[in-house]
């Protein structure tokens, strides 16, 4: 599986856009990026994922290059709530395998 | 979305007792059960693979005969830890995945094992 490189925290005021980028210059053609989240002392949370398009749904929107060799996850307006571990993965279009969790961003909204 | 639970939530125990917890999906099958580590501040470690009715595969490093993995049936699979050392004391989490609707995992809450 293709490597993901994160940065390993980032602040954002409440209420404002929290954009976490991730790089994945490795990426193979059929390979989807994913992104998960962990709450403090919980499991991880599915957010959302994509091959190529860009992809909105309830709780976020990811962009992708055109070259996909890097992603952001976009939080239109982060809260409190939102402070997590955020995993950005790459990984093939079929959840039944494993899935490989980098480093993530530790993520702090603050008031 | 599906749901995943585990239990117990917590557990402390001592050292070279053993320990079981496990992990249901309450509202599909799973094919497929993930296990994982997590110590302090670190990220989470795949410690094996399971599908129902098959034995495990174990991630490189990771003890089959310390941690024993079963998944007999489609909505359960436990992990024991055993003759378990402090070392062992960490945040353990599932994660399941169906072959339904969901193209996704589903993650249980973790349960956090202290081995005094």
């Known amino acids: 599986d293709a490597k993901t490189t994160q940065p390993p925290s980032m602040d954002c005021a409440e209420g404002r856009a929290a954009n976490l980028p991730c790089n994945h210059s490795?990426?193979?053609?059929?390979?989807?990026v994913y992104w998960y989240r962990q709450i403090h002392s919980q499991g991880p949370q599915y957010i959302i994922h994509?091959?190529?398009n860009n992809e909105t749904n309830e709780m976020a929107s990811l962009i992708i290059t055109e070259d996909r060799k890097s992603s952001t996850l976009i939080l239109p307006h982060a809260t409190l709530r939102d402070t997590a571990v955020y995993y950005c993965?790459?990984?093939?279009?079929?959840?039944?395998?494993?899935?490989?969790f980098g480093g993530g961003t530790r993520l702090m909204v603050k008031p | 979305g599906a749901v995943v639970s585990q239990h117990p939530s917590w557990v402390i125990c001592k050292s070279g007792t053993s320990v079981k917890i496990e992990c249901r999906s309450l509202?599909?099958?799973?094919?497929?059960m993930f296990w994982y580590r997590q110590f302090p501040k670190q990220s989470l470690m795949l410690m094996a693979t399971?599908?129902?009715?098959?034995?495990?595969?174990?991630e490189q490093g990771v003890e089959k005969d310390k941690f024993l993995i079963n998944h007999a049936s489609l909505t359960l699979s436990t992990l024991t830890v055993t003759s378990a050392h402090p070392e062992d004391s960490s945040f353990y989490i599932c994660?399941?995945?169906?072959?339904?609707?969901?193209?996704?995992?589903?993650f249980g809450p973790g349960t956090r094992l202290t081995v005094l």
């Open positions: 994509g091959l190529k």
């Open positions: 994660s399941a995945y169906g072959d339904s609707s969901y193209n996704e995992q589903f």
């Open positions: 993965i790459v990984g093939p279009n079929n959840a039944g395998n494993m899935l490989t």
């Open positions: 509202d599909f099958q799973a094919t497929t």
């Open positions: 490795t990426i193979s053609g059929n390979e989807y």
């Open positions: 399971s599908n129902e009715g098959s034995k495990a595969t174990y």
